[in-house]
């Protein structure tokens, strides 16, 4: 369907402007079932998470009214769910936790309400300014510590729920001592409630997948309940849901408060963002598709913001319902718009079903709703693929569990940024030798280390960096050429420095190059270079370094002229003569009969 005369600005920041115009009236079928399927599993979970959040049951409903429309009319994906999630719930809970201390509940309320709308603008901000890059800020092996450290938290906060015992910890290991040594306050019918719950929940996922086992689960508890009066007996119980639509509103919060909330609300963005792009990529990645990083931002900011103002808590994208609704079915986002409707006449209509649905009930629904994110296998593995990714994860994991969920992030995020940092500073480094390939006449130069058969000229050393040279692995790149040189077995006379690798180079790397340059000019040794990028040459020529080297187009350019001439027979050939014609770029012949070694940027 053309689209002309429609502003390309709009279509972006708005897509539902785009895709419903051309919807196929094929997809509608399936579209409502998965908008029905996922209902079937929003309704009690969203209140069991409104739990976790530390607020009332309805409030879930009202997360589940508006996130997945807000997300639908600005999001990119096809397939994502946004709506209340454990993850983010449970984080919410622990951020207003550390502020609102000692507050009432009303202040509590308040506190979380802020939060989502702190959350809302922040993704939003950083959508419109383009850090979509922060879904690849966080490693996987740390993110997949993290998430696996917060299910069991989550799970094990959940375990009191189904022995009916009035207990909460401050940790993973807390929640489960609170347990054990409290046993005997046990409410036998609640437990039976319980873990009954959690047996039909696991047995219908095992053999009636299709089924929505969370709502029959619940269905069941209420009407054991109701039929056996257990709530005299001591089972805890929801309650009284308020029927009718959320009103609008802004919390009643000063400045200082608003000043609280703000780490935690970074905290929420990276997590939330990191969880949600990943499930959303992969379903893209799965129905040959792309999705916008950053307007993924800004429809993750409009679901939170909406939440927020109809006075419920930080929503995230749903991993577990966006692939109950992708088997379902769902092509479009209209299956959210669908949702939306579905809770709709749940809230007006439905929520007095949901009085007697036992407590227990809903912790078994949490738990078997984390449950898969609990695999200790997916952290482990990394250990066969790099020992630091391992033990990053397991720190991330520890953290979550040892201490509370705010300073687990905060370590995943430094734990993170460590690895960033750690690989940055000691790239992988090689000396290259002549290497025949078995398959032709042709020659190759490889790491000596790896083909020890390869050959080296004499006087010649051949170096090459792996990584772009910058200000945390300058020094490191200066160490590694004189351990070259330490380990050579005689001297050279020229070190020629393979530059294929080095996309980019900072003031601090240029001025570290200078100072190796002259070093090893007073031992004797020159620095040739080959293969230099437009955009390093560029920054060398205006240093005027490496002015008086030779740089050559490749490295077998500069062994041929290195045995021809030797070190000291040829004419300086600098880098400010480059030529940019694209291709074999550098070869405008010179006087000297030499080529400049300049090569276009990848």
């Known amino acids: 369907m053309s689209n002309t005369g429609q502003p390309s600005a709009w279509r972006r920041f708005v897509p539902i402007s785009f895709w419903l115009a051309s919807y196929e009236k094929g997809y509608l079928a399936v579209d409502v079932v998965a908008a029905l399927t996922v209902w079937a599993l929003v309704v009690p979970e969203a209140m069991a998470y409104a739990s976790l959040a530390g607020m009332p049951p309805e409030t879930g409903l009202y997360a589940a009214l508006v996130a997945p429309l807000a997300y639908a009319i600005f999001g990119t994906s096809r397939q994502l769910d946004v709506g209340p999630s454990s993850t983010v719930a449970v984080l919410s809970f622990s951020v207003i936790g550390g502020v609102a201390a000692g507050s009432d509940p009303s202040t509590f309320y308040s506190l979380t309400i802020g939060l989502a709308i702190l959350t809302g603008i922040f993704f939003i901000v950083a959508g419109l300014v383009k850090l979509g890059f922060l879904a690849d800020f966080m490693s996987k092996p740390v993110l997949d510590g993290f998430i696996v450290g917060l299910a069991l938290t989550i799970a094990a906060s959940q375990l009191h729920k189904l022995f009916g015992i009035e207990a909460d910890g401050e940790n993973f290991f807390a929640d489960i001592a609170l347990v054990v040594l409290n046993l005997d306050e046990t409410v036998t019918a609640t437990l039976v409630l319980g873990a009954g719950s959690l047996v039909l929940l696991f047995s219908m996922e095992r053999f009636i997948p299709r089924i929505p086992a969370a709502l029959v689960v619940a269905g069941l508890a209420i009407v054991s309940v109701s039929a056996l009066d257990l709530a005299d007996s001591g089972v805890a119980i929801i309650g009284q849901i308020p029927a009718g639509l959320p009103s609008p509103g802004w919390p009643d919060l000063d400045f200082t408060q608003w000043l609280g909330l703000v780490p935690g609300a970074v905290g929420i963005v990276v997590v939330g963002f990191a969880e949600s792009v990943a499930a959303a990529r992969s379903y893209a990645r799965k129905h ?42 769902q092509r479009t986002q209209l299956a959210s718009v669908g949702l939306t ?32 994110l609990i695999d200790l296998g997916k952290v482990s593995r990394y250990w066969k693929i790099r020992g630091d990714d391992f033990w990053a994860g397991l720190a991330a994991l520890l953290g979550v569990l040892v201490f509370d969920i705010l300073v687990g992030l905060l370590i995943a995020v430094s734990v993170s940024l460590l690895l960033i940092l750690a690989r940055a500073s000691r790239p992988q480094w090689a000396v290259l030798g002549r290497v025949r390939l078995s398959t032709s006449d042709d020659i190759a130069y490889q790491s000596l280390e790896r083909h020890p058969q390869g050959e080296t000229v004499p006087g010649l050393l051949i170096f090459r960096f792996d990584a772009d040279l910058f200000f945390a692995n300058a020094n490191a790149f200066a160490d590694d050429v004189r351990a070259a040189i330490a380990a050579a077995q005689t001297k050279p006379q020229v070190v020629l420095l393979d530059a294929e690798s080095v996309s980019d180079i900072d003031a601090t790397a240029v001025g570290v190059l200078q100072d190796l340059t002259a070093e090893l000019g007073d031992d004797g040794i020159e620095i040739w270079a080959a293969r230099i990028k437009t955009r390093v040459a560029q920054v060398l020529r205006r240093m005027d370094v490496l002015a008086e080297a030779p740089v050559f187009p490749s490295v077998g350019s500069a062994v041929v002229a290195f045995e021809r001439d030797g070190p000291r027979g040829l004419r300086a050939t600098t880098v400010t003569q480059q030529d940019d014609a694209g291709g074999g770029a550098g070869n405008e012949e010179h006087a000297d009969g030499m080529r400049t070694g300049v090569t276009e940027d990848d």
């Open 341 to 372: 409707a579905a809770v709709f006449i749940t809230i007006l209509f439905l929520t007095g079903l949901f009085e007697n649905l036992p407590e227990a009930t809903l912790g078994a629904i949490v738990i078997h709703a984390v449950w898969h």
């Open 288 to 329: 040959g598709y792309t999705v916008d990083a950053n307007q993924e931002l800004i429809a993750l900011g409009a679901a939170n913001a909406a939440s927020g103002l109809v006075g419920s808590f930080v929503v995230d994208g749903s991993l577990s319902k966006t692939a109950a609704a992708d088997q379902a079915g």
